[in-house]
């Protein structure tokens, strides 16, 4: 049951989700969704200050050498790599409690282009880095790196996770922050405001002034209550 629609406008490309193209969102407080619709970007996670401190060590051994060696890498990683984080839904009321400030906060829906997302798979237990290594091609060894890094403890399904993974350049960082642009690859296609946000149809278009690349038309409607 929709908690109750601001409605829906058109006039920005007029344009429907594309092919190739997958409907995704991300759960963001008032301030910064706001802030992030009238910048045209998104904030790229770092690794390193994920909430699960076990992102990105899917991977485990019995060995210490490997161990330290699985360590190292991640570290490299953490600063050469960061996340776009996105879920299949915005239904969900408890991603809307963890990550939208407690339903005072905004769901940004974007389509993405496909080839771009990762989908997060739930495990319970981790995996053994042999895995990896005895992969019988080059190829096939990359492909079982690149799917320990969208592994995640069976407890995090409730999330329906895709990601897309950006290359940090050191030259784009603004005050240790990283982020990515909208694009015909990230357009922002409708915003869902909490159930317990004070934003309104007023604040979002006061954001969405500027007519950029990227955005092509935008609804407007409460989360629904649950």
Same mark, same amino acid.
């Given at each position: 049951? #929709?908690?109750?629609? !601001?409605? /829906? ?9 594309? $092919? ?17 619709? @009238? ?8 690794? +390193? ?22 360590? &190292? ?15 299949? #839904? ?8 963890? !990550? &939208?400030?407690?339903?005072?906060? %905004?769901?940004?829906?974007? =389509?993405?282009? #496909? ?10 237990? @981790?995996?053994? $880095? ?12 990359? *492909? ?12 995090? @399904? !409730? ?8 290359? %940090? ?5 603004? *005050?240790?922050?990283?982020?990515? *642009?909208?694009? #015909?690859?990230?357009?922002? &296609? ?8 004070? $934003? ?5 278009? =006061?954001?969405?002034? /500027? +007519? ?15």
């Amino acid at each position: 049951r #929709d908690g109750g629609k !601001y409605g /829906r406008a058109g006039g920005f490309g007029g344009c429907a989700q594309g $092919v190739g193209q997958l409907r995704v969102y991300h759960f963001v407080n008032s301030g910064h969704g706001l802030e992030d619709i @009238r910048l045209r970007r998104l904030k790229i996670a770092r690794i +390193d200050k994920l909430n699960d401190p076990f992102e990105w060590q899917a991977l485990t051994s019995s060995e210490p050498e490997k161990r330290r060696a699985m360590s &190292a890498l991640n570290q490299h990683q953490a600063q050469s790599t960061g996340i776009l984080c996105f879920s299949r #839904d915005w239904k969900n009321p408890v991603k809307w409690s963890h !990550y &939208a400030d407690h339903h005072q906060g %905004l769901c940004l829906g974007f =389509d993405v282009a #496909d080839h771009l997302l990762g989908e997060v798979r739930y495990v319970d237990k @981790r995996l053994d $880095v042999d895995w990896v290594l005895a992969a019988p091609t080059a190829s096939e060894g990359n *492909d079982r790196m690149r799917e320990s890094l969208v592994t995640k403890f069976r407890h995090w @399904r !409730y999330e329906k996770e895709m990601r897309v993974f950006v290359k %940090l350049d050191p030259k784009a960082e603004i *005050d240790g922050l990283y982020f990515a *642009d909208f694009t #015909d690859q990230l357009s922002l &296609a409708e915003v869902i405001v909490g159930a317990r946000s004070l $934003v309104n149809r007023s604040d979002l278009a =006061d954001a969405l002034e /500027r +007519d950029d690349v990227g955005v092509n038309r935008w609804g407007i409607h409460k989360a629904v209550e649950v």
